[in-house]
T-cell receptor, first 108, second 113 residues
Framework: GIQVEQSPPDLILQEGANSTLRCNFS?????LQWFHQNPWGQLINLFY???GTKQNGRLSATTVATERYSLLYISSSQTTDSGVYFC??????????FGTGTKLQVIP | NAGVTQTPKFRVLKTGQSMTLLCAQD?????MYWYRQDPGMGLRLIHY???????AKGEVPDGYNVSRLKKQNFLLGLESAAPSQTSVYFC????????????FGSGTQLSVL
């Protein structure tokens, strides 16, 4: 199956700073999603983005399928952005595979 | 609109005991999934269902059984719990047409002593 790698594994930001999270995948995908798991454990679907660029407020995501990576941008970070960000991908008829996540801590 | 609801939220079992986790969704989704989340390992698929009356194995199915008797419900059973099954369990669902866009429940923290 597809291998999904995320970097960095941990990230500490000062409130107001910008950041970029990266997701590399080992094969062609027809599905790429970004999730945020908040400190209470809830998983929220941020983007469904198998290719191209999407934006939602301070968050945006870009997937370059031909080069097998996706990026999640967080601008003007807030303490509520803290948590773990997961990338998940699948190709063909395979089930979704999750990366191990990037743990983000935004400090005031 | 409650979305995906899991019960219970917390449970402690002794080795060898059995239990059932319930997942209910009110979005009329065809696809439902059970994942487990362990530290440093992301989420791994246990079992899934592509419609009422169907089930299929995922990445880590051993020690678990599932049933999908009604479209809105997906049950995960542990017949004889083991300490290795201590984990956080998440249920998810998705539309048939856009089947990989997942909507998650709030999770169940299970400890097996």
């Amino acid at each position: 199956g597809i291998q999904v790698e995320q970097s960095p594994p941990d990230l500490i930001l000062q409130e107001g700073a910008n950041s970029t999270l990266r997701c590399n995948f080992s094969d062609s995908v027809n599905n790429l999603q970004w999730f945020h798991q908040n400190p209470w454990g809830q998983l929220i679907n941020l983007f469904y983005i198998p290719s191209g660029t999407k934006q939602n407020g301070r968050l945006s995501a870009t997937t370059v399928a031909t080069e097998r990576y996706s990026l999640l941008y967080i601008s003007s970070s807030q303490t509520t952005d803290s948590g773990v960000y997961f990338c998940a991908a699948s190709g063909g008829y395979q089930k979704v595979t999750f990366g191990t996540g990037t743990k983000l801590q935004v400090i005031p | 609109n409650a979305g995906v609801t899991q019960t219970p939220k917390f449970r402690v079992l002794k080795t060898g005991q059995s239990m059932t986790l319930l997942c209910a969704q009110d979005m009329n989704h065809e696809y439902m999934y059970w994942y487990r989340q362990d530290p440093g390992m992301g989420l791994r698929l246990i079992h899934y269902s592509v419609g009422e009356g169907t089930t299929a194995k995922g990445e880590v199915p051993d020690g678990y059984n599932v049933s999908r008797l009604k479209k809105q419900n997906f049950l995960l059973g542990l017949e004889s719990a083991a300490p290795s099954q201590t984990s956080v369990y998440f249920c998810a669902s998705s539309y048939e047409r856009d089947r990989e866009k997942l909507f998650f429940g709030s999770g169940t923290q299970l400890s097996v002593l």
